[in-house]
């Protein structure tokens, strides 16, 4: 089955740590995104990628940092230095063709703070 | 990037067709529109794009006037599965702009 995975669902974080979430797709997209989105509230753009070893800051990059070492692959660290943390955060991916494709979405991973 | 207008909450009933209006006067040329469904805790689910006219999938038809200020977008015969929170994006880059979205509530 062709998808994007994301893990864990759930996730807990102690004061001043660091974390990171997985993101993978086998659907062979160029481009993959990371989004955080707060209750009542839409998606905004943390980091995107267009291809492998390239990354780009969205609306809402500082206190993370990501890595695109792999094409299938998009892991988000949530840094010490982002104070706000608890949100739902969700990895999308998207076929670069001539034609605009749409963007697919995992089913989120949901951090908390402890 | 171009911002969307959509009413903030709707109320159905199943069966019924539920038509979900969206606003984008400032939609570039080369944009395409874009709608999302997403349930609690579950990422968005694409519906349907469209760049103009009228577009039909198995769940959904979009339909976009000339001018392409605006699209609505029709689902047929709601069930109560439908009640979620609907997206209209407009754009054709990497930044997409996701407003609240549509709050579509379905009653039996």
């Known amino acids: 089955d062709g998808g994007i995975t994301q893990s864990p669902k759930y996730l807990f974080r102690k004061e001043g740590q660091n974390v990171t979430l997985s993101c993978e797709q086998n659907?062979?997209?160029?481009?993959m995104y990371w989004y955080r989105q707060d209750p009542g509230q839409g998606l905004r753009l943390i980091y995107y990628?267009?291809?492998?070893?390239?990354?780009q800051k969205g609306d809402i990059a500082e206190g993370y940092s990501v890595s695109r070492e792999k094409k299938e692959s998009f892991p988000l660290t949530v840094t010490s230095a982002q104070k706000n943390p608890t949100a739902f955060y969700l990895c999308?991916?998207?076929?670069?063709?001539?034609?605009?494709?749409?963007?697919?979405f995992g089913d989120g991973t949901r951090l908390s703070i402890l | 990037l171009a911002k969307t207008t959509q009413p903030i909450s709707m109320d159905s009933y199943e069966g019924q067709e539920v038509n979900i209006t969206c606003s984008h006067n400032?939609?570039?040329?080369?944009?395409?529109i874009t709608w999302y469904q997403q349930f609690p805790s579950q990422g968005p689910r694409f519906i349907i794009q469209?760049?103009?006219t009228k577009v039909t999938n198995e769940v959904a038809s979009l339909f976009i006037p000339a001018d392409r200020k605006s699209s609505t977008l029709s689902l047929p015969r709601v069930s109560l599965s439908d009640t979620a929170v609907y997206y209209c994006?407009?754009?054709?880059?990497?930044?997409?702009?996701f407003g609240t979205g549509t709050r579509l509530q379905v009653f039996p």
């Open positions: 994006l407009v754009g054709n880059t990497d930044k997409l702009i």
């Open positions: 469209g760049y103009k």
């Open positions: 999308a991916s998207r076929d670069r063709g001539s034609i605009y494709q749409p963007q697919h």
């Open positions: 659907l062979n997209h160029d481009a």
């Open positions: 400032n939609i570039a040329t080369n944009d395409y």
């Open positions: 990628s267009q291809i492998v070893n390239d990354f």
